[in-house]
């Protein structure tokens, strides 16, 4: 077999940087092995150490500006459970709209912005018919029993002449040098450009999103209304005009997701039907996810939540374990760090091991695939290989019989014609992601309203008091929740009053992991491999596959101590298994 | 300094910048940007936009877009009789190429840039200038993404800004940050990128002085675009992340004038980080009244009131947060009820930590951290918070 090793470096449209090298036999055009790196490190964790507690989520936080609200929430949350500090039914609820504003936030810029230029040929719109654009909304807009957002004959007109003026310049800017043409993209050029106008809206809505965000979090990214013990915005909570304002903009938000977004997934689900039936990008079949969003106040890994918690293997529904957190392990084999067995996380060793690249070649590095080959770890759950994301939470929570999920999900199966397996794919994980927002949107406002009759009924508390130095001289905590890509955990030891040690767990490294000790592929790589590329010389099929995920590199990679010393052993007795 | 000297200066009212330069300088400056003009005007358009049309196709009139044209040019602390120039220049914005590079980063700049709507037509200046490279929006992957970068460093070859997002490792040889197929280094790729930049723009506290990753102690050996690059005009729009009607502000500065706005000592623009957040804080009149939120949720926090015994860095940090705000103007940290956190000052994860208690000038994290950037008021601010009682809200620090 004829052989093409090709290297994708930098994978755009994604957070944070990432390689991925692929060997693709020449005659079949499929995709026979994959690998993924990071080749990007800064080394949070490390810094965090020795600070002061309650400034670990400002500082957190900064793993990334995509998904800012989560490493901030999740490291406060592991701080609280160290202090055994409960938050006041306030905070909850404002951290729970916060982060709910997050997730719409992050999933809609991930399709529209990251995403869509891989299943929508800008090209190809340029040819189509205003007039057939509107027909193509109110069709799956009648599929979807939805309104079609702003659909006339002049939005699409204006969109239409506005890339046409675009191409007809020599520059294409973030459009030029696309793959364009490509034979893998099938949607119509009514439907591109219906596809292109919604990627234009979705520029502004996604300003609402964010100033949903700042009107309870200061800005975004980063807001910065969280501390440790509470919320600090309660003069925005008590204001009924920010209140209004918020519902105002979170049903404008409702309406495009409801009208456009979902259009756009039943548009993909029935261009790309036989892809999704073969499961193309399906990848492990096997997902996880701790659980997310507090319904109540109580202590949050023994709350009921909006996204129950869960283990599936193999895609079996009728078997859902308990997640059990003791069960975590990291695998360093093919990662830059010394360690040779699996590892709990908190008793981890990370002595750097950097191999650099293996060989260089007209200009072309080539990663040390038999060896270690990126900064992420693999981390294992029960030594087994899983998936994190939208399409874990929508499958466990299914399979956990949760009546919201199950409607949300049934719905968009049975007008789409297609059964639950046929998620499995790299598409399936793209619509996962909107089914999601979509229940989002509809219980946001609930919370809303829950809040605002808690705080109208005379309950302004924003605030857990605490005695920082009783509680700081010796604890440990943890946070175990679901960020907008999947399961994130962050681990925190604390002694008199400074951090001991620190570690994030996150929804990429789980992901995005390279090979582990069987030398079994990660999501990514597993989802890859098998692809067929359209044109050998255009990886678009891959990065269709990969985008799907939602990469958030700058969040994956690990803690490494550069002075090769290995940090502190970290341990966390685990007695809840949520 | 005497107690009553540090008191006056604490609470005066003072902005710490004269904004009237006097008139000859802005006959002088706008001669200088008229000529510019008519220069930006005979270059070959990368675009055959045109403003007006453009805002006539999004729905925007004239009059919208002269609105906006007043409040930009009252935020670059240009006279009114500027308004015009500012107007002609924003036509001839398409002209202005820009590369963006993404190095130690979390792309929190960028989604800034995406939320950009201070003005609405924001979104529409984006759309006009040439954003040549741009990874976290552009199409293309690899090898395609590679050519584009180049096909834009040989077209615009001593023209195009170069915005750089994300720190820069120098530890261990520049291992923690490769880019492209050929495995090239984060050091080594933004040298090459600069050569023929016409200027360059560094967004973000990472960008800039080497943000959270240049904290102690410093893993990657992190630092800021200016400790690199040493023969370009640079400039630096610090904030965690930067303000996008900053960086707006700064390719319009270039746009009219062909030169990058007058700058401070760390090469901020004077437009923006001219006055102190304590300055201009909606909370500063609590301040001088001596009412102080003493704990999260309590009375005072209900009622608004200063943060500054919550730790608030607000009296030596130099930003226009408080005029400015954050996504379409709606709000800002210290009236989301939380103390500023200094973000945009250089050090500040190890110089103001920790972030809820008042930073005294003895206690910086990092004894090795450069603290000449100092200004004297940070020293005459930090000196007087020793005279207060830090034990009354400061939790066992």
């Known amino acids: 077999m004829a052989t093409k090793h090709i290297v994708i470096d930098p994978i755009t449209r994604i957070e944070g940087h990432m390689r991925i090298e692929v060997v693709v036999d020449e005659t079949t055009n499929e995709v026979v092995d994959a690998f993924c790196s990071s080749n990007m490190f800064r080394g949070i964790e490390t810094i965090l150490k020795d600070r002061d507690p309650r400034d670990c989520g400002l500082m957190a936080m900064r793993i990334c500006g995509v998904c800012t609200v989560t490493h901030y929430q999740r490291s406060i949350e592991a701080v609280e459970n160290a202090f055994n500090v409960q938050v006041p039914k306030n905070a909850r609820l404002m951290r729970n709209i916060i982060q709910g504003s997050l997730f719409m936030h992050d999933h809609l810029v991930h399709y529209y912005h990251l995403h869509s230029l891989d299943w929508v040929d800008v090209l190809s719109a340029l040819e189509a018919d205003p007039a057939d654009a509107v027909v193509e909304a109110q069709k799956w807009a009648d599929v979807a029993g939805e ?31 696309g793959y364009w043409g490509n034979r893998s993209y099938k949607l119509t050029p009514a439907q591109n450009l219906l596809a292109m106008t919604h990627y234009f809206q979705a520029l502004e809505i996604q300003r609402d999103l964010g100033q949903m965000m700042a009107v309870f979090g200061g800005k975004d990214p980063h807001p910065q209304s969280f501390v440790v013990g509470g919320v600090t915005s309660i003069v925005n909570m008590k204001d009924p005009a920010k209140i209004e304002l918020f519902r105002t903009l979170a049903l404008r938000v409702r309406q495009f997701l409801k009208g456009a977004y979902m259009l756009d997934m039943y548009m993909l689900a029935d261009a790309y039907k036989d892809e999704m039936l073969a499961g193309v990008g399906g990848g492990l079949k096997s997902f996880l996810v701790y659980g997310g969003f507090p319904l109540e106040d109580v202590p949050i890994e023994s709350a009921r939540k909006l996204f129950p918690g869960g283990v599936v293997y193999n895609g079996d529904l009728n078997n859902v374990i308990d997640f059990d957190s003791t069960l975590v392990t990291e695998d360093a084999t093919h990662a830059w760090y010394a360690a040779t067995t699996p590892e709990h996380p908190y008793e981890g060793t990370t002595t750097p091991e950097y191999t650099d690249f293996k060989l260089i070649e007209n200009g072309v590095a080539y990663l040390d695939t038999d060896g270690k080959y990126s900064w992420i770890k693999s981390p294992l759950y029960d030594d087994k290989r899983v998936e994190v994301g939208p399409l874990a939470r929508m499958v466990v929570g299914y399979a956990r019989g949760d009546t919201l999920i199950k409607q949300y999900v049934d719905n968009f199966l049975s007008r789409a014609n297609m059964s639950l397996e046929n998620l499995y794919s790299s598409t399936g994980r793209t619509i996962a992601r909107a089914i999601e927002s979509e229940l989002i949107a509809d219980v946001i406002t609930d919370w809303l309203d829950e809040l605002d009759t808690n705080i109208q009924g005379g309950d302004t508390t924003s605030w857990t008091k605490f005695d920082f130095a009783n509680v700081s001289a010796n604890a440990q905590g943890r946070g175990l929740e679901e960020a907008p890509r999947g399961a994130l955990g962050h681990w925190v030891k ?6 001991l040690n620190y570690q994030a767990v996150v929804p990429s490294t789980w992901n995005a992991g390279p090979r582990d000790h069987l030398g079994r592929l990660g999501a990514y790589e597993e989802s890859i491999k ?5 044109n050998i010389d255009e990886p678009l099929e891959i990065l269709r596959t990969v985008h799907s995920f939602d990469p958030c590199i700058a969040c994956a990679v690990h803690v490494i101590n550069t002075q090769g010393k290995e940090l502190s052993s970290f341990k966390v007795s685990a007695t809840c298994t949520a | 300094m005497k107690y009553e000297t540090q008191k006056s200066l604490l609470f005066s009212k003072e902005s710490q910048l004269n904004t009237n330069k006097g008139e000859v300088f802005y006959k002088n400056l706008y001669r200088h940007c008229e000529d510019r003009l008519i220069k930006l005007r005979k270059k070959v358009s990368f675009s055959d936009e045109d403003v007006t049309t453009v805002l006539a196709e999004e729905g925007y009139e004239r009059r919208d877009f ?51 709507d201070g003005p609405t037509v924001d979104e529409l200046i984006l759309d006009i200038i040439s954003l040549e490279f741009h990874e976290l929006l552009m199409a293309p992957s690899g090898e395609a993404a590679e050519i584009q970068l180049e096909d834009a460093m040989t077209t615009f070859k001593g023209e195009y800004l170069l915005f750089v997002e994300g720190s820069i490792p120098t530890a261990d040889g520049g291992i923690y940050g490769t880019i492209g197929t050929s495995g090239e280094k984060y050091v080594d790729h933004i040298k090459r990128v600069a050569v023929d930049a016409a200027g360059i723009v560094a967004v973000g506290t990472c960008a800039t002085y080497g943000g959270v990753s240049a904290a102690y102690p410093n893993p990657t050996g992190a630092c800021g675009v200016m400790d690199i690059i040493k023969d370009k005009p640079i400039v630096n729009i610090p904030a965690c992340p930067a303000n996008p009607a900053n960086m707006l502000g700064v390719i319009l500065m270039y746009a009219m004038t ?22 201009t804080c909606e909370r500063r009149v609590h301040f001088d009244a001596g009412e102080y939120v003493e704990e999260w949720g309590d009375a005072a926090a209900q009622a608004g009131h200063c943060l500054y015994k919550m730790g ?10 408080p005029t400015v705000k954050f996504n379409r103007g709606e709000s800002w940290p210290v009236a989301a009820g939380h103390g500023c956190i200094g973000c945009s000052e250089p050090g500040f994860f190890d110089k103001f930590n920790h972030f809820e208690a008042p930073t005294p000038y003895d206690k910086t994290y990092n004894p090795a951290a450069d603290l000449t950037t100092i200004t004297e008021g940070v020293v005459v601010l930090t000196a007087f918070s020793q005279f207060l009682n830090k034990e009354e809200y400061n939790n066992g620090n």
């Open chain 1, 494 to 499: 604390i002694a008199n009053g400074k951090v």
């Open chain 2, 312 to 321: 608030c860095k607000g009296p030596m940090t130099f930003n226009n947060c």
């Open chain 1, 147 to 177: 309104v079609p957002w702003n659909n006339d004959v002049a939005t699409y007109t204006d969109i239409k002449d506005k890339l046409t003026k675009f191409v007809a310049r020599r520059r294409l800017g973030i459009f030029g040098n």
């Open chain 1, 530 to 534: 098998g692809l067929v590329l359209s």
């Open chain 2, 258 to 279: 062909g030169e990058l706005p007058e700058l401070d000592t760390l090469l901020r623009p004077k437009f923006a980080f001219g006055t102190r957040i304590h300055d």
């Open chain 2, 66 to 116: 002269m609105k906006w044209v007043s409040a930009t040019t009252a935020a670059l602390m240009l006279p009114a009789f500027f308004e015009p120039l500012v107007a002609q220049t924003i036509e001839v914005l398409n002209r202005v190429p820009v590369i963006w590079v993404n190095l130690q980063d979390c792309a929190g700049n960028s989604e800034a840039l995406l939320r950009a």
